[in-house]
């Protein structure tokens, strides 16, 4: 790592706003690389990465295609493990936990949303989300969960009947139905267009302001990273930067 991306992580890990007390590291992950062997090829997904998490902050995880994101983010999230390295969630590490454990990390603790929705076609948005609820140790009710993301009017349709944007928004009151300490969200606006990728996002912001979620948001678009507390931008499997927001952007004005 170069001496800039060293200053830009003590800045980043030194940050706190308005005065706050120091925020506790939800996730502190060391030396993570991963190796996938592809026949003869080895790809080289994640070079080394170190990167910490805060509770109740937004950050967006940016960079192209290949850059190691979702990588990073599936391992954060125990879908994935390291080929070495360490990742600690609230001081546990992660990477010393066996299958049924990294399942009941997944359960308790990790909502994920993805670029696809992957709701059941026979299922309202309410039954939808009552899937996760069902299991869930202190869930939400779904009808509280949906209003949140603001389809208090459509929890009864199917998601044939429900927009781009809205099954979307199930998606993410599926995923913060179980009342999860993080939420990671992996291109979540890929397959939409720019007005209802606005409406999605400012779902996950309200979230993260009003549930104190962990969230960290998957992009390739820097312009989505205006809303973040913080940007951790990778690159060829390498952290590339660090940045502290200062003035964070409200989702209605981000204009790409």
């Not at 299991?135 to 603001?150: K, N």
């Not at 996002?201 to 979620?213: K, P, Y």
Request: hydrophobic share 40%.
């Amino acid at each position: 790592m170069s001496d800039q991306q060293d200053e830009n992580t003590r800045a980043a890990r030194e940050h706190d706003t308005a005065g706050e007390p120091q925020r506790r590291a939800v996730f502190q992950a060391r030396a993570l690389t991963k190796v996938y062997h592809m026949g003869e090829v080895d790809v080289h997904a994640l070079r080394g990465v170190d990167v910490d998490l805060y509770e109740r902050e937004l950050v967006v995880l940016l960079g192209p295609s290949g850059s190691g994101k979702s990588t990073l983010l599936n391992i954060l999230g125990g879908l994935d493990v390291p080929t070495s390295g360490h990742v600690l969630y609230v001081g546990h590490d992660l990477t010393e936990d066996d299958d049924r454990a990294l399942t009941q990390f997944r359960r308790r603790h990790v909502g994920f949303v993805f670029q696809f929705y992957n709701l059941i076609p026979s299922l309202t948005a309410r039954e939808n989300v009552a899937l996760v609820t069902e299991i869930a140790v202190d869930p939400m009710r779904p009808e509280e969960a949906l209003t949140l993301v603001g389809l208090g009017e459509r929890m009864d349709h199917f998601p044939a009947q429900l927009s781009g944007g809205e099954q979307q928004r199930v998606a993410i009151a599926r995923a913060i139905a179980k009342r999860p300490d993080v939420l990671l969200c992996d291109e979540p606006t890929g397959a939409l267009d720019v007005n209802t990728g606005i409406v999605v996002l400012e779902a996950i912001d309200r979230v993260n302001r009003e549930l104190g979620t962990t969230t960290a948001v998957i992009t390739h678009n820097a312009v989505i990273s205006q809303m973040a507390d913080r940007i951790i931008s990778l690159s060829n499997g390498h952290i590339a930067g660090v940045e502290v927001n200062s003035q964070k952007i409200p989702v209605r004005d981000l204009v790409w």
